[in-house]
């Protein structure tokens, strides 16, 4: 069971119902691999929508293991997400909304 006052979502990867978090620990994993600075320029990498396969795989990884879930970015590249490309960027939009608001 996810709650999103603690920022958790649920979606179906590699055939499972998985919980995701971009916990501090997930955020700051996520601002290394993609340099983006700080959490204000996470945000706003992704603001406008636009983001590249590396960026889907670095966002639903790091929310994996915030979630709990012993997931490599390796692993994830080899699983199926519901949806596909497009579930993929729907349950990462979904994760930055419930961590940064809806703005994200």
Known sequence: MTNIHRGEIAAEIGGEVRV??????AL????ARLQAGDLAGLAE??????VS??????I???????GGNAVTDDDLARMSVEG???GAAE????LLRATFGEAA
Request: net charge positive; aromatic share 2%; hydrophobic share 45%.
């Open 20 to 25: 995701l978090c971009l916990t501090l620990g």
């Open 28 to 31: 700051a994993e996520l601002e």
């Open 45 to 50: 990498r992704f603001a406008d929508g636009k």
């Open 53 to 58: 396969a590396r960026d889907l795989t670095a």
């Open 60 to 66: 639903l990884g790091a929310g994996l293991r915030g």
């Open 84 to 86: 596909g490309l497009r």
């Open 91 to 94: 349950i990462a939009a979904r």
